[in-house]
């Protein structure tokens, strides 16, 4: 018997946070590309293994503009 691709993910990223980490800000990063397969892509995955409100989050976080550290030492 084969197991399902998408129940193993699940299960890795329960017992190893890293992976789930890093999986996620993959996705994250897929969302802010500029070709439209990537962002379906990494929609198509965080919806999969992270579930609907996951992706919500995501798109919220890849359309809000990230803004540069000032320095704060003057």
Avoid: H, W
Avoid at 30 to 36: E, G, I, N, R
Avoid at 41 to 62: H, I, K, Q, V
């Amino acid at each position: 018997m084969t197991r399902d691709y998408r129940e193993f993910i699940k299960e890795r990223i329960a017992a190893d946070s890293d992976f789930g980490n890093g999986l996620y800000q993959y996705c994250t990063d897929l969302l802010q590309s500029s070709d439209v397969e990537d962002r379906r892509d990494g929609e198509s995955m965080l919806r999969n293994y992270f579930g609907a409100d996951a992706l919500r989050a995501a798109r919220l976080e890849a359309d809000t503009p990230v803004e540069p550290a000032s320095n704060a030492a003057n």
